[in-house]
């Protein structure tokens, strides 16, 4: 029997803080996937610094529900925006899936806060709504991240094994090996280097990485920070964007500091190697990480093998993630797994995910 294929809009505010992105695709929520416009709306200053001032919380407060409320008005004009530039209308659309944004991820107590009002999105689209992807997961033991790897699957038909490394706020990884799935974070990812960059007023990213080029990094520093615990730990194992901070480097140059933190990110992902049930061929990178020149050259020469943005297989990398939560809200609505021991070490393979019906049905 043919399965019915869903048209689904996904979205995704990531760690980085930089924005919305949101992706149309055609999926079945299993081996088909057709993907389609996608767009990135940035945040405005205001919106981003008030959601730094909101990380870590696990209360709602009145200045909480004031961020809540920009953000979801923020995803409502993405949708907006996505359809208009590309004369979709909403009934054509049959699910949202809305990730919201990470606050606070604390899987070892159980919790995990996603922020955004689904119920406003729902109405305001006119579009039902899947959204608590996480909930599920992390209250039957599990990480709660990463959530991807199953969209990577779907896209990926390799033999051999192959990583996809993910470098956004948060860096994380699947190893894949056919049916093989298993994924955790690696450690910090972009988060602690843009952070450094807007401390010191200079800009919101490394661009390119030609801050870090110029400087030297810190063995010392490098060393200690990838000695912790977490980068041995065996997975399932996932981070809180603010399980590192920038006290190490605090006393360092500029330059030295942002070739420093680069350096760390390196380090963890070369450390992921030593979990992985067989070496991989090749590293396909997404998230904006893989834009950084100099950051992608330190990964060939430390990983000894091919690296390459995800591009390059046809995928996306603007849009990968937001295309996963729309893959995934179908896979909800089929009552389908969104996560599983190997990925984020829940018990059993594991649906989830919260509907919200738009008064449009």
Same mark, same amino acid.
């Given at each position: 029997?043919?399965?019915?294929?869903?048209?689904?809009?996904?979205?995704?505010?990531?760690?980085?803080?930089?924005?919305?992105?949101?992706?149309?695709?055609?999926?079945?929520?299993?081996?088909?996937?057709?993907?389609?416009?996608?767009?990135?709306?940035?945040?405005?200053?205001?919106?981003?610094?008030?959601?730094?001032?909101?990380?870590?919380?696990?209360?709602?407060?009145?200045?909480?529900?004031?961020?809540?409320?920009?953000?979801?008005?923020?995803?409502?004009?993405?949708?907006?925006?996505?359809?208009?530039?590309?004369?979709?209308?909403?009934?054509?659309?049959?699910?949202?899936?809305?990730?919201?944004?990470?606050?606070?991820?604390?899987?070892?107590?159980?919790?995990?806060?996603?922020?955004?009002?689904?119920?406003?999105?729902?109405?305001?689209?006119?579009?039902?709504?899947?959204?608590?992807?996480?909930?599920?997961?992390?209250?039957?033991?599990?990480?709660?991240?990463?959530?991807?790897?199953?969209?990577?699957?779907?896209?990926?038909?390799?033999?051999?094994?192959?990583?996809?490394?993910?470098?956004?706020?948060?860096?994380?990884?699947?190893?894949?090996?056919?049916?093989?799935?298993?994924?955790?974070?690696?450690?910090?990812?972009?988060?602690?280097?843009?952070?450094?960059?807007?401390?010191?007023? +200079?800009?919101? %990213? !490394?661009? $390119? /990485?030609?801050? *870090?080029?110029?400087?030297?990094?810190?063995?010392?520093?490098?060393? #200690?920070?990838?000695?912790?615990?977490?980068?041995?730990?065996?997975?399932?194992?996932?981070?809180? +964007?603010?399980? %590192? !901070?920038? $006290? /190490?480097?605090? *006393?360092?140059?500029?330059?030295?500091?942002?070739?420093?933190?680069? #350096?760390?990110?390196?380090?963890?992902?070369?450390?992921?190697?030593?979990?992985?049930?067989?070496?991989?061929?090749?590293?396909?990178?997404? /998230?904006?990480?893989?834009?950084?020149?100099?950051?992608?050259?330190?990964?060939?020469?430390?990983?000894?093998?091919?690296?390459?943005?995800?591009?390059?297989?046809?995928?996306?990398?603007?849009?990968?993630?937001?295309?996963?939560? /729309?893959?995934?809200?179908?896979?909800?609505?089929?009552?389908?797994?969104?996560?599983?021991?190997?990925?984020?070490?829940?018990?059993?393979?594991?649906?989830?995910?919260?509907?919200?019906?738009?008064?449009?049905?």
């Amino acid at each position: 029997m043919t399965k019915r294929v869903y048209t689904a809009i996904g979205l995704m505010s990531g760690t980085s803080l930089d924005g919305v992105d949101a992706a149309i695709i055609r999926t079945d929520g299993e081996q088909f996937v057709e993907t389609g416009a996608w767009t990135t709306h940035p945040y405005p200053e205001l919106l981003r610094d008030g959601l730094r001032t909101v990380l870590g919380q696990k209360e709602r407060t009145s200045a909480l529900a004031d961020v809540e409320h920009r953000l979801t008005v923020h995803h409502i004009d993405t949708v907006s925006k996505l359809l208009e530039e590309n004369r979709v209308t909403n009934s054509k659309i049959d699910i949202i899936g809305f990730h919201g944004h990470t606050v606070t991820h604390l899987p070892k107590q159980r919790f995990t806060w996603q922020i955004g009002d689904a119920e406003m999105l729902a109405e305001a689209c006119g579009i039902d709504v899947v959204t608590d992807f996480r909930l599920a997961d992390v209250a039957a033991g599990g990480q709660g991240a990463p959530f991807a790897p199953l969209y990577h699957r779907a896209l990926l038909d390799s033999a051999e094994p192959v990583a996809i490394l993910n470098l956004g706020g948060v860096a994380n990884v699947t190893w894949i090996e056919g049916d093989r799935l298993i994924a955790f974070d690696t450690g910090p990812g972009n988060a602690l280097i843009d952070d450094w960059v807007a401390r010191h007023n +200079r800009g919101r %990213f !490394d661009e $390119s /990485g030609d801050f *870090a080029r110029i400087g030297t990094v810190d063995r010392r520093i490098v060393e #200690a920070t990838l000695a912790k615990p977490y980068f041995g730990a065996s997975p399932p194992k996932s981070l809180d +964007r603010q399980d %590192f !901070d920038l $006290s /190490g480097v605090d *006393a360092l140059s500029f330059e030295d500091g942002a070739a420093t933190l680069t #350096a760390i990110t390196v380090g963890g992902v070369q450390a992921a190697r030593a979990h992985f049930p067989a070496s991989v061929t090749r590293w396909l990178v997404t /998230g904006g990480g893989r834009l950084n020149a100099y950051m992608m050259a330190c990964l060939v020469e430390g990983l000894g093998v091919a690296v390459a943005p995800v591009e390059e297989a046809g995928w996306q990398g603007d849009a990968l993630e937001a295309q996963a939560f /729309g893959y995934l809200a179908v896979r909800s609505l089929r009552g389908l797994p969104l996560s599983l021991p190997s990925t984020t070490g829940v018990p059993k393979a594991l649906t989830g995910g919260r509907r919200i019906r738009s008064v449009a049905t």
